[in-house]
């Protein structure tokens, strides 16, 4: 370095800062900024003696020649680039101005490596690479955001939640063929925003410049303004923003370096993303302990099972928060469950999640809250673990939910018979209940408690709202059977104002509700709805055919309202084609009135 | 004349059509007046007058006509047309900065420092080919190339330091520089015979080497601004009869050497006037003694007589001719296809022509003789 | 001993403050000065400057017998000079021949030793010259703030090597810049970055 006479020293000194000063506020240039690596630069990564700037990536003479004078080399690793099943783009090895950036970033070439300088004279810094943390990509670009792909029409007619790029702020450029680059979201030189960014990610307003999610601008997720204090799963990580809507995609997802690759989401256990604030503390309800109950939906039994494209048919038995709740569109259920006048309607919890519909065809998304269920449990992926054996086995609830079957709750399809006199009000013939009003979490607060709503967890197996006891032999009382109860009214049953012989039977026998009726639905098989009306169908571990001339037969018969006949043997006790009839209800008198058309089903 | 014979083509089949099917213009007008519009636009499109400029300016008789200015060979040949063109990747012929030039049966060759790389265009074709490396040597700064009798390149490579041989397909290379290591900047080359001039701006001489062994002959020169002695000699001809002449870049003047290389005279000398030299770079020397000498400081092409004497000063009125610029390198052609010589007017009898480069990025193409 | 005692005393610092390691008058000793070359004789402003000649010559040329005796060629080098003569005295010189090229294909050993594939051609490439200074463009600042800085000029409207370099190297800088390049303050006088 020259020795300076001091006149031109100082006056030097004046004109560099007068440049400076003048140049920009030091937030949008790049002076002053992290990618000031001169020495006098604010970052621990800088030269230890070179004075000037720009000179790390560009020089004016002798550059390569790439458009912005560029001063470095291109690094010519071969990148490990981002895979998912749910991509609809092609991506391809990063080229151009992402290349640019990894130069530095991809930890592979010498911070001071620059093509104005000899190459046995690099400039010395203060770190050689770029230190591994967050800023090191490494080569392995399957956990970053992808880059190097077309972000063009066809891209976004094929994937519905990405906006088309006519419509992306210009803010955010794209190559010369659309091409998404690094400098799509970055700009180098201005750092106003953070992390050099081009527009803020306060709320996620970069990330839906481009990703167009269903139900996301009015979901919960982007609209709380819970603080993200009290975390269970990361409680120490720091967070950009303080409240979860500021926050936005930034909660679950983790654009650079995402611990979970496919999606990038920033827990290894997909529903380590959910239970990390829905443990009680940041979010209103406490689902961690729900499925921590005897019958649950417990997420945390498998890992890397799930996957957004499984067809309900050939899916591997798994459970995941994601399987029945779409977080990107998730709203709150302020109304709460009522059985009987919303249930089967989809709300806030399960928006636009998908589904399965009672026909069997998965759908992208549900419109009722059973299709969320039968994506599972409509086709006999699980079963439930206290199968009961019965006349006619339904494979999967889909079957005994159909409209034609001769009886069912009407989940899918309300019910015609009219002979239902036992129903609570609001409840009536003719009403369509939902899975939930029988499967939920016992502490739910649609049921009167103090918990989330929703089948995550429940004491009563399996994954009940109410105790149900299904083994022969149970005295009778109010908690025997509380889920039945919860519609049909307790004093209906015993009074025997329908099957005139309930009290003898379910308090005289301690036979449980389960012996005769089938809680689903039962599915078109021997006799139809002759045999099988009212949920009939015996569990044949408590009721064994009968011997009768004609042969062993197990057999009920439906003969008219409030009448019938059975052909069974139970308790020790034979019934051949027993008949009976309610003295009360013959006659035309009905307790619905509004039913439709008479006629049997 | 390939670009109207061209038009003939698709005029006529133009013609063609337009009688099978009902037109109303068709059918009001006769199709040979159609047809004859269509090739009178065509032929009045493919040569534009206006780039012509006569020196010395009219009305005095015409000695040299600028014809044209070029960036592409395209817009000096058009070429044929390919049908196979569609498939096979266009690879442009546009130059970056051109230096030297040599001209021979019908190729010219172009330097490109911007590019690393020389040009071969071939006129007659209109095909254009960028020579990157010589089996492998590349091309660094490739600053001048010389076309000996047997159609072999001398490309010389200043920061390599050689002069690279090769023939016209890149095989049977071989590097001449002086032994022994010395520093060496070839400049600018020339042939005669067997004989291979190389300007060096190491030492500021002229070193001859033999075509045929590669070996230095003799030197010529050295520093100095006496007679025989040069500064920064950028440039080398040599005539037909084996005389050398020499650009004498910082000392502004032109030198001449007999074949056994005595010194034989100098003409030019710094000062803003005719006669006077700017830096005199590349330089070209007719059949008939007729020096044509790139001059980048005066921006203008002197014409002396290899006896000294000024014949013409080729520049504008404004001191900016257009495609001069930054002059630099100049080839005399003689024989060139018909694609250059149709571009001379019908009143003006071309006995050879000049290419001249512009270190700015064009070329252009002189026609010299009588006419008017 | 005497002798030799003024001679370290005086001579040898003499030789070191003539020796041309005064950064501050930036011309002498510096590449441009060819008052050292060997080869620039008795006028070393005559390598960038076109000397004038008072005498009109003679004779005109032979072909060209009515050409104004009294033309003058070459042009007046002076920094506010019009387009284009900020840039070609320059290249006459700086394109690999004379002295360091400056457009185009480089140092070979740079290329051989960082080799990473350029995308484009095999060239290097160079601050752009020659061409309009952009005229409203929030990338760069507005042209008058650029000349109002004093040291920084566009010829013409242009940028030239002559905006950034000067060629008798009065500020004394490396690179013979016109201002330092401390913090880039040169880069950033014309870009906003």
């Known amino acids: 370095m020259r020795r300076e006479g001091k006149f031109w020293g100082v006056a030097q000194a004046l004109g560099a800062g007068l440049c400076v000063v003048v140049a920009a506020r030091a937030d949008e240039s790049v002076v002053n900024s992290k990618h000031d690596l001169s020495a006098q630069g604010p970052g621990p990564i800088r030269a230890v003696q070179e004075n000037e700037i720009c000179v790390f990536c560009h020089t004016p003479h002798n550059a390569a020649p790439q458009t912005p004078l560029w001063n470095r080399a291109n690094p010519r690793t071969h990148y490990r680039i981002y895979e998912s099943s749910t991509t609809e783009a092609r991506i391809d090895q990063p080229s151009g101005p992402s290349k640019m950036c990894l130069s530095c970033h991809d930890g592979s070439m010498?911070?001071?490596?620059?093509?104005?300088?000899?190459?046995?004279?690099?400039?010395?810094?203060?770190?050689?690479?770029?230190?591994?943390?967050?800023?090191?990509?490494?080569?392995?670009?399957?956990?970053?955001?992808?880059?190097?792909?077309?972000?063009?029409?066809?891209?976004?007619?094929?994937?519905?939640?990405?906006?088309?790029?006519?419509?992306?702020?210009?803010?955010?450029?794209?190559?010369?063929?659309?091409?998404?680059?690094?400098?799509?979201?970055?700009?180098?030189?201005?750092?106003?925003?953070?992390?050099?960014?081009?527009?803020?990610?306060?709320?996620?307003?970069?990330?839906?410049?481009?990703?167009?999610l269903k139900?996301?601008?009015?979901?919960?997720?982007?609209?709380?303004?819970?603080?993200?204090?009290?975390?269970?799963?990361?409680?120490?990580?720091?967070?950009?923003?303080?409240?979860?809507?500021?926050?936005?995609?930034?909660?679950?997802h983790k654009v650079h370096s995402a611990p979970h690759r496919e999606r990038l989401l920033r827990f290894q256990r997909e529903e380590d993303g959910c239970l990390n604030c829905h443990s009680g503390a940041v979010a209103s309800f406490n689902i961690a302990a729900d499925i921590g109950k005897r019958s649950n939906h417990d997420g945390r039994r498998r890992t890397d099972v799930h996957d957004p494209t499984e067809r309900s048919l050939t899916?591997?038995?798994?459970?995941?928060?994601?399987?029945?709740?779409?977080?990107?569109?998730?709203?709150?259920?302020?109304?709460?469950?009522?059985?009987?006048?919303?249930?089967?309607?989809?709300?806030?919890?399960?928006?636009?999640?998908?589904?399965?519909?009672?026909?069997?065809?998965?759908?992208?998304?549900?419109?009722?809250?059973?299709?969320?269920?039968?994506?599972?449990?409509?086709?006999?992926?699980?079963?439930?673990?206290?199968?009961?054996?019965?006349?006619?086995?339904?494979?999967?609830?889909?079957?005994?939910?159909?409209?034609?079957?001769?009886?069912?709750?009407?989940?899918?399809?309300?019910?015609?018979?009219?002979?239902?006199?036992?129903l609570i009000p609001p409840l009536r013939v003719g009403s369509m209940i939902t899975c939930t009003d029988c499967h939920n979490s016992d502490s739910a607060r649609a049921l009167g408690g103090t918990g989330a709503n929703g089948p995550h967890g429940s004491i009563n197996e399996p994954l009940l709202a109410r105790n149900y006891d299904t083994t022969d032999s149970t005295t009778e009382s109010g908690h025997a059977y509380a889920l039945c109860y919860a519609c049909h009214a307790r004093e209906s049953i015993l009074n025997d104002e329908s099957f005139p012989l309930h009290r003898r039977h379910v308090v005289g026998q301690r036979t449980p509700c389960s012996a005769c009726h089938d809680p689903h639905g039962v599915p078109r098989g021997s006799g139809g709805s002759v045999n099988h009306a009212s949920l009939i169908n015996f569990d044949l571990s408590i009721v064994t055919a009968a011997k009768t001339p004609g042969g062993s037969k197990i057999e009920y018969l439906d003969t008219g309202s409030f009448s019938g006949s059975c052909t069974l043997a139970c308790h020790g006790v034979t019934h051949v084609n027993f008949p009976y009839s309610n003295p009360r209800q013959s006659g035309s008198r009905r307790i619905s009135s509004r039913a439709t058309a008479g006629g049997r089903p | 004349?390939?670009?109207?014979?061209?038009?003939?083509?698709?005029?006529?089949?133009?013609?063609?059509?337009?009688?099978?099917?009902?037109?109303?213009?068709?059918?009001?007008?006769?199709?040979?007046?159609?047809?004859?519009?269509?090739?009178?636009?065509?032929?009045?499109?493919?040569?534009?007058?206006?780039?012509?400029?006569?020196?010395?300016?009219?009305?005095?008789?015409?000695?040299?006509?600028?014809?044209?200015?070029?960036?592409?060979?395209?817009?000096?040949?058009?070429?044929?047309?390919?049908?196979?063109?569609?498939?096979?990747?266009a690879r442009g012929s546009a130059i970056g900065r051109p230096a030297g030039l040599a001209y021979a049966a019908g190729h010219?060759?172009?330097?490109?420092?911007?590019?690393?790389?020389?040009?071969?265009?071939?006129?007659?074709?209109?095909t254009a080919r960028r020579v990157h490396d010589a089996e492998g040597v590349e091309f660094l700064h490739p600053v001048a190339v010389a076309v000996d009798d047997d159609g072999r390149w001398y490309v010389a490579d200043t920061d390599r330091g050689e002069v690279i041989r090769s023939t016209a397909s890149g095989s049977d290379v071989r590097r001449i520089k002086p032994a022994g290591g010395a520093r060496f900047r070839p400049v600018s080359v020339a042939v005669h015979m067997d004989n291979l001039f190389v300007a060096d701006i190491a030492a500021h001489e002229i070193q001859v080497y033999s075509t045929a062994t590669g070996d230095l002959v003799r030197h010529i020169g050295g520093v100095g601004d006496e007679p025989g002695k040069f500064y920064f000699p950028l440039g080398v001809a040599s005539t037909r009869d084996g005389r050398l002449l020499v650009s004498d870049t910082m000392n502004s003047r032109v030198q001449v050497f007999d074949p056994q290389s005595h010194f034989l005279r100098a003409f030019g000398q710094p000062g803003n006037r005719f006669g006077d030299m700017g830096k005199p770079k590349h330089l070209g020397v007719s059949h008939d003694g007729v020096v044509f000498v790139a001059d980048a400081e005066f921006e203008c092409v002197h014409v002396f007589s290899d006896e000294g004497q000024l014949l013409l000063v080729l520049v504008g009125d404004d001191g900016r001719r257009k495609g001069t610029g930054v002059p630099f390198g100049i080839a005399l052609a003689y024989d060139v296809p018909a694609a250059v010589s149709s571009l001379v007017p019908a009143d003006f009898n071309a006995e050879y022509f000049v290419f001249l480069s512009n270190g700015a990025g064009s070329l252009g193409v002189y026609a010299v003789g009588v006419g008017r | 001993m005497m002798l030799r005692m003024a001679f370290r005393i005086v001579v040898i610092p003499l030789f070191i403050m003539m020796s041309g390691e005064t950064p501050k008058s930036g011309f002498e000793g510096s590449k441009h000065d060819f008052r050292k070359a060997e080869w620039a004789k008795s006028d070393p402003c005559a390598v960038c400057h076109t000397p004038v000649n008072e005498k009109p010559p003679a004779m005109p040329p032979l072909w060209d017998p009515k050409a104004d005796l009294n033309r003058t060629f070459g042009t007046p080098l002076a920094r506010s000079a019009g387009a284009g003569s900020g840039t070609a005295v320059c290249i006459r010189c700086h394109d690999g021949t004379v002295a360091r090229n400056m457009i185009g294909r480089k140092d070979p050993f740079i290329s051989r030793e960082h080799p990473g594939r350029f995308e484009a051609g095999h060239g290097r490439k160079d601050h752009p010259v020659g061409v309009d200074y952009p005229p409203i463009d929030r990338r760069y600042r507005p042209a008058n703030a650029v000349t109002a800085s004093g040291s920084v000029t566009l010829p013409g409207g242009k940028v030239e090597c002559t905006s950034c370099h000067d060629p008798h190297n009065f500020s004394g800088e490396k690179h013979m810049l016109v201002m330092s390049n401390a913090r880039s303050a040169l880069c950033l006088t014309c870009h906003k970055k």
């Open chain 1, 315 to 422: 899916m591997r038995r798994h459970v995941e928060c994601v399987d029945c709740h779409n977080p990107h569109a998730v709203e709150h259920n302020s109304i709460g469950q009522v059985a009987g006048t919303f249930g089967q309607v989809l709300k806030g919890p399960n928006f636009f999640a998908s589904g399965t519909t009672i026909s069997g065809r998965d759908v992208q998304q549900a419109s009722f809250l059973y299709e969320v269920c039968l994506k599972c449990h409509g086709d006999g992926v699980r079963q439930g673990p206290s199968e009961i054996t019965r006349q006619v086995t339904a494979y999967g609830v889909r079957a005994a939910f159909q409209p034609s079957n001769p009886s069912f709750h009407p989940v899918a399809a309300p019910r015609r018979n009219q002979d239902v006199i036992s």
């Open chain 2, 108 to 126: 010219l060759l172009i330097c490109d420092l911007e590019l690393a790389c020389v040009h071969d265009w071939d006129l007659e074709t209109g």
């Open chain 1, 110 to 212: 010498a911070l001071g490596n620059v093509l104005s300088r000899p190459v046995t004279h690099p400039i010395v810094m203060t770190a050689r690479t770029i230190p591994p943390g967050t800023k090191d990509l490494t080569n392995d670009l399957s956990d970053d955001h992808p880059i190097g792909f077309r972000y063009d029409r066809a891209l976004s007619n094929q994937d519905r939640q990405l906006k088309a790029p006519e419509i992306v702020s210009p803010d955010l450029p794209l190559g010369a063929h659309g091409e998404m680059h690094c400098t799509t979201c970055h700009d180098p030189h201005n750092n106003e925003l953070g992390d050099f960014l081009r527009e803020s990610d306060q709320m996620s307003l970069i990330c839906i410049s481009c990703h167009d």
């Open chain 2, 1 to 89: 004349m390939d670009a109207a014979g061209k038009t003939h083509a698709t005029s006529f089949s133009w013609v063609s059509a337009s009688i099978r099917f009902a037109h109303p213009i068709r059918d009001a007008v006769p199709s040979w007046v159609i047809g004859f519009g269509v090739l009178l636009g065509s032929c009045t499109a493919t040569r534009p007058a206006a780039e012509l400029a006569y020196f010395p300016a009219p009305p005095s008789p015409a000695r040299v006509v600028q014809l044209r200015t070029f960036r592409r060979l395209e817009e000096l040949v058009p070429p044929k047309p390919d049908p196979l063109s569609l498939f096979r990747q």
């Open chain 1, 215 to 252: 139900g996301w601008p009015a979901s919960s997720h982007a609209l709380s303004n819970k603080t993200t204090v009290g975390r269970v799963v990361d409680a120490t990580e720091r967070l950009k923003y303080a409240t979860v809507g500021d926050n936005g995609c930034m909660n679950c």
